[in-house]
DNA sequence: CTGTATCCAAGTCGATACTG
DNA sequence: CAGTATCGACTTGGATACAG
């Protein structure tokens, strides 16, 4: 993936820069629930209710799944549709912006399932090495 | 991109089971720093010393850098080679599983990039909208 | 140069209680 | 059902000083 063929060496030094617009939108995704959020509504054949989005990522609150919801629907990137019912009924959708960044987020989840065992192992050789590697 | 093709629906809803050994892989990746630090390393042609990182990545301070190397290190993503000269000179590069992440990353990264004016635009107006959207 | 150690402020997160 | 509000524990992150 040659994704940089485009991009001048000056593009991606300010690709780092805290001043580059992309820096806030790198802050919204980077972070367990949106990557899960994003995932879980990409997956899905349909919206999903917030409580349907609760018990399927297991271990969210519901003030980090509100707080993670509000942050991705203020960057377009969820919609949020209410039904006037009661009880009250709310869906979340991926927009087309979502949905692409869907498409990452769920990539790097599968990513993780996939190489979770190498990862651990990696760990688990990192913490059972001695305190002095070279005794000399 | 029908990346879960092969994956049955009971994996997909292990996939957010806090017990999915994948969990503790996705919070190491899903941070900001994390995130900088493999593309940095993948868009460079070679290794890049703790300095050169450090003033890659605008606004990371001494201690999130250690501890973001250390964390992909010990995660097997990141190599980590001293040369035991004076000054002393480390420098990292990816290991193969590094690269691998750090193509998705990298992807974020850019995305991010491509799309920062479209999400600014959508903050600007979810934060513009009235109080009470309908006063009837 | 490449760290480690420490202090402290600020933010995250979870648990709980309450509302329309 | 889908939130909001609040409190407190815990974690994160920055600044600074110091060491090999």
Redesign the pocket.
Same mark, same amino acid.
């Given at each position: 993936m040659d994704t940089d063929s485009h991009r001048s060496h000056a593009d991606l030094l300010a690709t780092y820069r805290r001043s580059c617009p992309s820096r806030t939108v790198i802050e919204v995704l980077a972070? &367990?629930?949106s990557l899960y959020v994003l995932a879980a509504l990409r997956r899905s054949p349909g919206p999903l209710?917030?409580?349907?989005l609760?018990r399927l990522l297991d271990?969210?609150?519901? &003030?980090?799944l509100?707080?993670t919801?509000?942050a991705l629907e203020r960057d377009g990137l969820v919609a949020?549709t209410?039904y006037p019912t009661?009880?009250?009924?709310?869906?979340?959708s991926l927009t087309d912006l979502g949905h692409a960044a869907g498409e990452l987020t769920t990539a790097i989840a599968d990513w993780a399932v996939d190489h979770a065992s190498r990862v651990h192992a990696a760990r688990a050789a990192f913490d059972a090495r001695p305190e002095e590697p070279s005794p000399l």
């Open positions: 972070n &367990k629930w209710r917030f409580s349907q609760r271990g969210v609150t519901q &003030k980090m509100t707080q919801l509000r949020r209410v009661v009880p009250p009924r709310v869906e979340y």
